[in-house]
């Protein structure tokens, strides 16, 4: 049991001592030619427009967050789609509870006007 901790312990030494080595290595050997161009914003080849730096809206990482919620709950639907045929009565009860539960999530989410985009 011990070996095999031992031999993935030396897997992420060598993998992080090669990532730093590399990048090490970079840095000594590395052109350091700056000119005006390379030190400016790139968007696409044109000139920017605004800062990088602005803020994005809270609804947008609601969202993202609310989709990620529900998609994860979505994988747990995969095994039992799987076992259906075995899980029995049981199962149907459970993954029915499940569902019940799911869909009242996104009821409440949708009254709350989450997911409203303005």
Do not use: C, H
Request: aromatic content about 16%; hydrophobic content about 55%.
């Amino acid at each position: 049991m011990t070996t095999s901790f031992l031999a993935i312990l030396a897997a992420i030494t060598v993998g992080a001592g090669f990532a730093v080595g590399m990048m090490s290595l970079f840095e000594f050997l590395g052109p350091r030619r700056a000119s005006k161009e390379k030190l400016s914003t790139y968007e696409s080849g044109m000139e920017p427009i605004s800062s990088a730096r602005e803020r994005y809206s809270v609804k947008f990482y609601l969202v993202a967050m609310l989709f990620i919620l529900f998609d994860v709950e979505v994988i747990f639907m995969y095994p039992w789609a799987v076992q259906f045929k075995s899980l029995g009565i049981n199962g149907i009860v459970a993954m029915l509870l499940f569902m019940i539960l799911l869909f009242s999530g996104f009821i409440y989410v949708v009254k709350k006007g989450a997911l409203e985009w303005d």
